[in-house]
């Protein structure tokens, strides 16, 4: 299968980026997008040119490393699928594909596709924690949770972090990563304790970094994890809950 | 260090001690695990007491370095954050919950005993020591499981949703071959939960600034002086700067190295330098060549596929495995009638069936593939058919158990579990082997400590599922944290290594001097070509079975695929910036030496044990012949010299292992 590749190249953050097209004459319906671009660096090592910096580690969907925009869609076209799970076979002999890094001001550009997500893990650190420390919790058989909770809560939890819904956003909002560690932690029994603090300090870092929601839903669409739109209602109602009951908890 | 040569009082294993293999190695000298002098069960508590306190005000003038943010080194940064101590964490991932644990699936390991199936900790030290083939510590073991019971209260207190029953309490079930339900579980995600919760609980550290993160920086050396482990070089991978740090303990947590096999189940990433450069500065390397080889991986489907790609071992509860009694019977499987189908783990071990350990069914796999009996587009793999368990359970029962397992299958290969049977093969998992540590997890250089899996503790020749994430957690969370302060102790009141000093200095001119050889090579081929090559050589000689009259052929293309390496190695680009390709030609350069080592053990240890199946050494069943009068023991590897007379040949140790509450005992799945 012949396909044109349109790549977004820039050698550092202080120099202008543009897109380069390439051609691959051999891609093949079952190679997934990354394994595309393995064979386009290949192709360019051969040409002794520098091949395209772009980030993966598990390959597999669940370590959240690897994110690209395709086409204008962050991981590519098939819906809740990341990168590394998005295959050849959605496209057509012939068909040019553009690919771009994630799109957002909160995720600077590092090189060609790899940019700057330490802007997500700087809201966890804000408080998308639970202060409970090394040999102090207590029995998780005397704590109920419901099966139904737990389930839930991992519905939630199961986000893996690649950024997707924020690039996805038109306003580069960090909405649904944020809701679905809000809601994830409040639906733990040692979670609720601090459930009033977190939503507080979380959504400040989040404000401060990235931007705002207009309930536009791309982001649910891009979640490589399926992490539910209403993880963006929780966001509000836990917003609203602190600031009411001005408690920790 | 030290060392006696061939001298050395039982001349352990040295029963094949042939001319060749006196010529690759040097049989070293009885080294000592350093283990309590109580009974295997009360060891630890033992050991617990005698350990040196540091007081809770001293505790900030320690810096600690932690290499490595997976479950075992995110948790031994954080509870040493959490404890006082300053902590410096460093991982080449962007961000610390990117580490490879993530990617685990079926469930951790706690003998919490619970129920009333008869489960206790002594019975988890016997299956793990079983299993492990006894070639592990015994009195590790019990520290594994004593610990184990509260692993699973801190990790759900600190974030993990573990699955629940109806009446509110932890879900447990039955993995990988043993006969009770230990194994706590996450859907499919247990290692993502515990991996984000542990990065959760290492960010409330940074938070509180007793952990500073440096991330994306990559380890390349290991700084000792006088004997001492005292820091490490690391490469910035976007700036591509050089720089030390110095501390006064180091703590390495960076995950296993089967990725030396090319294409494993491990992230693309992963790699051994942090180990092999330790090893190189003094650490001693255990048994290298144990190395686990996963039945049930998705087979390679092109030449372009990237990885490998696990398929849960639980999918073994319900599914059958088969290949067809014709060779080459390339007919759609839907089509094959039973009497034309072989399920050959069944037909050769009828008590344990599809459910034979992880290392016998490997075997079997790859012995009908290579007998002719493939299938799938390259006939590299067998079937597992869920034909059997849709009649008798129904197809939503199974969709339940299995859904996002059959989704992934779905998703990589685009055929329907649910109507197709899947096609699997072996693939390289896991490595047992790694740096050699004490019961306290410090390595043969002072100051330098081990968790996780590039530790070789507790799995022996042959890991049990969900014994891994187990061990990561307990030794970050309640090992390392009371072993490395016992050790910092005795150090109150000195300073860590200035950084102009010689020692210092000079290991970061071997770095750079390291860096500048790789970017001037011959520019003839990429690193992949020869991670590529490698991974075939391993492939070819050293998985599932290792032939002793092949092995020193294995060794010799090593060699010389190491010496085409440094000619031909082509590296675009420079090393000021973020340059991939510069990263892996350095990890591939590693590789290639530990290569020879993993081969040179497989040829040295002269039995099979676990995974380490030696074509000399089989019961007359076929299966693994252990040798427990000569090899009851870890083989510590230690550098070479450099000058005298074993010069440039590695030197076995031997740590005895003594097993008091599991006596030693051949292991039967007939
Ligand atoms: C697909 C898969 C499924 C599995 N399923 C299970 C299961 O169900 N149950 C079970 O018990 N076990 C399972 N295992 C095994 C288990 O997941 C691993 O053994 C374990 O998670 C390893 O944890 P770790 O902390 O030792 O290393 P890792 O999680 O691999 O972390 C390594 C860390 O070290 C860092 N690092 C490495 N080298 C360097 C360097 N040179 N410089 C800086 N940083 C460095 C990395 O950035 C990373 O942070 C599975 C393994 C795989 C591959
Ligand atoms: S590479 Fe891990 S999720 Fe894609």
Redesign the interface.
Request: aromatic residues 8%; hydrophobic residues 40%.
């Given at each position: 299968m012949r396909l044109i590749l349109e790549v977004w190249r820039q050698?550092?953050p202080r120099v202008p980026g543009r897109l380069e097209a390439y051609e691959i004459t051999d891609a093949?319906e079952?190679?997934?997008l990354?394994?595309l671009l393995?064979?386009l660096n290949?192709q360019?090592?051969e040409e002794?040119?520098?091949?395209v910096?772009f980030?993966?580690?598990?390959?597999?969907?669940?370590?959240?490393?690897c994110g690209i925009d395709v086409n204008g869609v962050p991981h590519g076209p098939e819906n809740n699928?990341p990168a590394c799970?998005q295959?050849v076979?959605s496209f057509a002999d012939g068909d040019t594909v553009r690919i771009e890094p994630f799109r957002a001001a909160g995720f600077p550009i590092?090189?060609d596709l790899?940019v700057?997500?330490?802007g997500?893990?700087r809201i966890?650190?804000?408080g998308?924690?639970?202060?409970?420390?090394?040999?102090t919790?207590?029995?998780?058989?005397t704590?109920?949770?419901?099966?139904e909770?737990?389930?839930a809560?991992?519905d939630f939890?199961?986000c893996?972090?690649c950024g997707a819904c924020v690039s996805a956003c038109p306003n580069g909002a960090a909405y649904l990563f944020t809701g679905a560690k809000l809601q994830?932690?409040a639906?733990?029994?040692?979670?609720k304790m601090e459930r009033g603090k977190r939503a507080r300090s979380m959504i400040a870092q989040m404000e401060h970094e990235f931007g705002p929601c207009s309930q536009i839903g791309e982001c649910a669409l891009a979640c490589p994890a399926g992490v539910p739109l209403s993880a963006i209602a929780t966001l509000n109602k836990e917003r609203l809950r602190a600031l009411l009951r001005r408690k920790d908890n | 260090m030290t060392h006696e040569s061939a001298s050395a009082p039982a001349k352990k294993g040295a029963a094949m001690a042939s001319t060749d293999l006196d010529a690759l190695r040097v049989v070293g000298r009885e080294i000592d695990g350093n283990v309590p002098d109580a009974a295997p069960d009360a060891a630890w508590d033992d050991r617990k007491l005698h350990y040196n306190l540091v007081n809770p005000s001293n505790r900030r003038k320690f810096t600690v370095i932690v290499v490595g943010t997976g479950l075992a080194g995110a948790a031994a940064a954080a509870a040493l954050g959490e404890l006082g101590y300053n902590v410096e964490v460093f991982s080449f991932h962007d961000v610390p919950r990117r580490a490879h644990s993530v990617a685990a699936q079926g469930g951790i390991n706690s003998p919490r005993a619970r129920r009333v199936d008869n489960d206790s900790i002594e019975r988890f030290v016997k299956d793990t020591v079983k299993g492990g083939d006894y070639r592990g510590r015994e009195v590790d073991a019990f520290r594994l499981g004593q610990e184990g019971v509260r692993v699973i209260d801190h990790m759900q207190a600190i974030g993990a949703p573990f699955a629940r029953e109806y009446g509110g309490q932890l879900a447990n079930r039955s993995f990988g071959g043993v006969q009770v339900s230990r194994t706590y579980y996450t859907r499919g995600q247990t290692g993502q939960q515990l991996e984000i919760a542990s990065a959760h609980a290492l960010s409330r550290q940074v938070a509180a600034g007793t952990c500073h993160l440096h991330s994306r920086q990559e380890m390349l050396d290991l700084i000792v002086k006088d004997g001492r482990a005292r820091g490490i070089v690391v490469r910035d991978l976007v700036s591509g700067t050089v720089r030390a740090m110095t501390a006064h303990a180091v703590v390495l947590a960076t995950g296993g190295y089967g990725h030396i096999y090319y294409k494993a189940t491990l992230a693309k990433n992963s790699n051994a330098t942090a180990i092999w450069r330790a090893y190189k500065r003094g650490a001693y390397f255990a048994n290298p060549a144990f190395v686990q080889i996963h039945p049930t991986a998705l087979p390679l489907m092109s030449q372009w596929q990237s990885k490998k790609i696990l398929m849960s071992e639980s999918l073994r509860n319900d599914g059958r495995i088969w290949a067809p009694k014709a060779k080459g019977d390339d007919r759609d499987p839907n089509l094959i009638p039973d009497a034309q189908r072989d399920y050959f783990l069944e037909r050769r071990y009828p008590a344990f069936g599809n459910l034979v350990p992880r290392d016998v069914a490997s075997r079997n796999i790859r012995e009908r593939i290579e007998a002719g009996y493939g299938v799938g587009p390259l006939k590299n793999a067998v079937y597992l058919d869920f034909r059997d368990a849709i009649d008798r359970l129904g197809a939503k029962l199974v969709r339940e158990r299995y859904s996002n397992l059959f989704d992934m299958y779905n998703e990589q290969t685009g055929e329907d579990p649910f109507t197709t049977p899947m096609r699997i093969a072996p693939s390289v998992h896991f490595t047992m082997g790694g740096l050699w540590s004490d019961y306290d997890m410090m390595t043969s250089i002072p100051g330098l400590f081990v968790g996780g899996e590039c530790g070789w503790g507790y799995h022996g020749a042959n890991r049990l599922g969900a014994n891994s994430l187990l061990s990561g957690c307990v030794d970050g969370w309640f090992t390392l944290p009371y072993s490395v302060p016992s050790f910092l102790a005795g150090q109150l009141g000195e300073d860590v290594l200035p950084l102009d000093d010689p020692a210092v200095r000079q290991t970061v001119a071997d770095v750079e001097g390291r860096i500048a050889r790789l970017l001037g090579g011959g520019g003839v081929h990429p690193p992949d070509y020869f991670a590529e090559k490698l991974g075939a050589i391993l492939d070819r000689y050293a998985s599932v079975s290792r032939d002793p009259a092949e092995l020193p052929d294995a060794i010799g293309q090593i060699r010389a695929l190491r010496e085409q390496f440094w000619r031909d190695i082509k590296v675009i680009g420079t090393g000021d910036r973020l340059n991939q390709e510069l990263e892996t030609a350095g990890r591939v350069a590693d590789y290639l030496e530990l290569a020879e080592l993993l081969v040179l053990d497989a040829l040295d240890r002269d039995e099979s044990a676990g995974a380490h199946f030696r074509t000399d050494h089989v019961t007359e069943d076929g299966e693994a012949m252990r040798d427990d009068a000569n090899w009851t023991f870890v083989s510590a590897w230690e550098a070479p010299p450099e000058a005298g007379p074993g010069a440039g040949k590695p030197i076995r140790n031997y740590e005895p292992l003594v097993f008091k509450a599991v006596p030693l005992q051949q292991r039967n799945y007939k």
């Amino acid at each position: 299968m012949r396909l044109i590749l349109e790549v977004w190249r820039q050698e550092s953050p202080r120099v202008p980026g543009r897109l380069e097209a390439y051609e691959i004459t051999d891609a093949r319906e079952e190679m997934s997008l990354l394994e595309l671009l393995d064979r386009l660096n290949h192709q360019l090592v051969e040409e002794n040119q520098e091949p395209v910096a772009f980030e993966s580690d598990c390959r597999e969907g669940i370590c959240g490393t690897c994110g690209i925009d395709v086409n204008g869609v962050p991981h590519g076209p098939e819906n809740n699928v990341p990168a590394c799970g998005q295959h050849v076979r959605s496209f057509a002999d012939g068909d040019t594909v553009r690919i771009e890094p994630f799109r957002a001001a909160g995720f600077p550009i590092i090189r060609d596709l790899i940019v700057d997500r330490t802007g997500l893990d700087r809201i966890i650190q804000a408080g998308g924690t639970v202060a409970v420390d090394a040999g102090t919790a207590t029995d998780a058989d005397t704590l109920l949770v419901t099966h139904e909770q737990a389930e839930a809560a991992l519905d939630f939890a199961a986000c893996i972090g690649c950024g997707a819904c924020v690039s996805a956003c038109p306003n580069g909002a960090a909405y649904l990563f944020t809701g679905a560690k809000l809601q994830h932690l409040a639906l733990m029994p040692h979670g609720k304790m601090e459930r009033g603090k977190r939503a507080r300090s979380m959504i400040a870092q989040m404000e401060h970094e990235f931007g705002p929601c207009s309930q536009i839903g791309e982001c649910a669409l891009a979640c490589p994890a399926g992490v539910p739109l209403s993880a963006i209602a929780t966001l509000n109602k836990e917003r609203l809950r602190a600031l009411l009951r001005r408690k920790d908890n | 260090m030290t060392h006696e040569s061939a001298s050395a009082p039982a001349k352990k294993g040295a029963a094949m001690a042939s001319t060749d293999l006196d010529a690759l190695r040097v049989v070293g000298r009885e080294i000592d695990g350093n283990v309590p002098d109580a009974a295997p069960d009360a060891a630890w508590d033992d050991r617990k007491l005698h350990y040196n306190l540091v007081n809770p005000s001293n505790r900030r003038k320690f810096t600690v370095i932690v290499v490595g943010t997976g479950l075992a080194g995110a948790a031994a940064a954080a509870a040493l954050g959490e404890l006082g101590y300053n902590v410096e964490v460093f991982s080449f991932h962007d961000v610390p919950r990117r580490a490879h644990s993530v990617a685990a699936q079926g469930g951790i390991n706690s003998p919490r005993a619970r129920r009333v199936d008869n489960d206790s900790i002594e019975r988890f030290v016997k299956d793990t020591v079983k299993g492990g083939d006894y070639r592990g510590r015994e009195v590790d073991a019990f520290r594994l499981g004593q610990e184990g019971v509260r692993v699973i209260d801190h990790m759900q207190a600190i974030g993990a949703p573990f699955a629940r029953e109806y009446g509110g309490q932890l879900a447990n079930r039955s993995f990988g071959g043993v006969q009770v339900s230990r194994t706590y579980y996450t859907r499919g995600q247990t290692g993502q939960q515990l991996e984000i919760a542990s990065a959760h609980a290492l960010s409330r550290q940074v938070a509180a600034g007793t952990c500073h993160l440096h991330s994306r920086q990559e380890m390349l050396d290991l700084i000792v002086k006088d004997g001492r482990a005292r820091g490490i070089v690391v490469r910035d991978l976007v700036s591509g700067t050089v720089r030390a740090m110095t501390a006064h303990a180091v703590v390495l947590a960076t995950g296993g190295y089967g990725h030396i096999y090319y294409k494993a189940t491990l992230a693309k990433n992963s790699n051994a330098t942090a180990i092999w450069r330790a090893y190189k500065r003094g650490a001693y390397f255990a048994n290298p060549a144990f190395v686990q080889i996963h039945p049930t991986a998705l087979p390679l489907m092109s030449q372009w596929q990237s990885k490998k790609i696990l398929m849960s071992e639980s999918l073994r509860n319900d599914g059958r495995i088969w290949a067809p009694k014709a060779k080459g019977d390339d007919r759609d499987p839907n089509l094959i009638p039973d009497a034309q189908r072989d399920y050959f783990l069944e037909r050769r071990y009828p008590a344990f069936g599809n459910l034979v350990p992880r290392d016998v069914a490997s075997r079997n796999i790859r012995e009908r593939i290579e007998a002719g009996y493939g299938v799938g587009p390259l006939k590299n793999a067998v079937y597992l058919d869920f034909r059997d368990a849709i009649d008798r359970l129904g197809a939503k029962l199974v969709r339940e158990r299995y859904s996002n397992l059959f989704d992934m299958y779905n998703e990589q290969t685009g055929e329907d579990p649910f109507t197709t049977p899947m096609r699997i093969a072996p693939s390289v998992h896991f490595t047992m082997g790694g740096l050699w540590s004490d019961y306290d997890m410090m390595t043969s250089i002072p100051g330098l400590f081990v968790g996780g899996e590039c530790g070789w503790g507790y799995h022996g020749a042959n890991r049990l599922g969900a014994n891994s994430l187990l061990s990561g957690c307990v030794d970050g969370w309640f090992t390392l944290p009371y072993s490395v302060p016992s050790f910092l102790a005795g150090q109150l009141g000195e300073d860590v290594l200035p950084l102009d000093d010689p020692a210092v200095r000079q290991t970061v001119a071997d770095v750079e001097g390291r860096i500048a050889r790789l970017l001037g090579g011959g520019g003839v081929h990429p690193p992949d070509y020869f991670a590529e090559k490698l991974g075939a050589i391993l492939d070819r000689y050293a998985s599932v079975s290792r032939d002793p009259a092949e092995l020193p052929d294995a060794i010799g293309q090593i060699r010389a695929l190491r010496e085409q390496f440094w000619r031909d190695i082509k590296v675009i680009g420079t090393g000021d910036r973020l340059n991939q390709e510069l990263e892996t030609a350095g990890r591939v350069a590693d590789y290639l030496e530990l290569a020879e080592l993993l081969v040179l053990d497989a040829l040295d240890r002269d039995e099979s044990a676990g995974a380490h199946f030696r074509t000399d050494h089989v019961t007359e069943d076929g299966e693994a012949m252990r040798d427990d009068a000569n090899w009851t023991f870890v083989s510590a590897w230690e550098a070479p010299p450099e000058a005298g007379p074993g010069a440039g040949k590695p030197i076995r140790n031997y740590e005895p292992l003594v097993f008091k509450a599991v006596p030693l005992q051949q292991r039967n799945y007939k």
